[in-house]
């Protein structure tokens, strides 16, 4: 071996496609689904969708939001329901950004958008209010001194949301099952559940919440009564369950 040879893969990566961006004057594409910072969303009428449920307070994980609800006024409604979440708090410090917030919220109201880029100068700046984390008049994510946007991380911020192929059966790709929001109206379903070579076979409690809209349907459709059938219906499920995750 020459002492030249080591230079080979340093000659060869110098005639291949530069992978080197940059930033953070560009930015790469975010997954659909990436985990950044929170916002709380608005119906298309500009009232609120969070209810103060403190549901998202509760199953955090980090203890890292604060949220009390308030009773909505008759003359000046806040949002659609009885209440509304009069103070809402994250704790940036201490968020792991694990998306369980989003998952509990009944209302879609909290939900991530693809920003990460957080610059701190005091511990205040990190505990994200209210009036913070509400979307303003278009439906955009307030942006505060010390975050770095370059415009579209909060393009899609519901696309959790938008996953629509439940437990994992594809039969439900496409399904519009949430609300619209301040300024993007109700947005598209997520895309690319289907397999494109083999889509699994269908269960028959899919197929009865699918033709009927709720699952007693395709429960009364087979019924329980033969244990064999039981069974059988059970083996079935199991298998095609399992062949729809892989």
């Known amino acids: 071996m020459s002492r030249w040879s080591g ?8 005639f291949k496609p530069r992978v080197t ?5 560009v930015k ?12 709380l969303n608005r119906y298309e009428d500009g009232m609120e969708k969070c209810i103060g449920c403190e549901l998202c307070a509760g199953v955090c994980p980090a203890r890292c939001i604060y949220v009390r609800g308030a009773d909505n006024s008759a003359d000046a409604p806040v949002s659609p329901g009885e209440r509304y979440g009069f103070v809402y708090e994250i704790n940036f410090l201490r968020c792991i950004h694990c998306d369980l917030c989003v998952e509990a919220c009944p209302t879609e109201a909290i939900t991530e958008s693809k920003l990460f880029e ?4 005091n511990r205040r700046d990190a505990i994200y209010t ?8 278009d439906g955009r994510a307030r942006r505060m001194p010390w975050e770095h946007w370059e415009g579209h991380e909060d393009d899609r911020t519901s696309a959790w949301m938008r996953a629509t192929a ?9 399904r519009v099952s949430w609300s619209g929001e301040l300024g993007f109206g109700v947005r598209a379903p997520e895309a690319g559940q289907t397999a494109p070579t083999w889509t699994p076979p269908v269960p028959a409690l899919a197929r009865g919440r699918a033709d009927h809209g709720h699952a007693d349907h395709g429960r009364a459709d087979h019924g329980h009564a033969d244990h064999g059938d039981h069974a059988d219906h059970d083996h079935d499920d199991d298998h095609t369950t399992t062949g729809g995750t892989e």
């Open 166 to 174: 439940s437990a994992g059966q594809a039969a439900f790709e496409g």
């Open 7 to 14: 230079f080979a893969v340093t000659w060869r990566q110098m």
């Open 21 to 25: 961006i940059q930033y953070p004057e």
């Open 130 to 137: 209210k009036a913070e984390l509400l979307v303003d008049d």
């Open 28 to 39: 790469r594409p975010k997954p659909e689904r990436f985990h950044g910072r929170h916002v």
């Open 118 to 121: 957080f610059s701190f100068t």
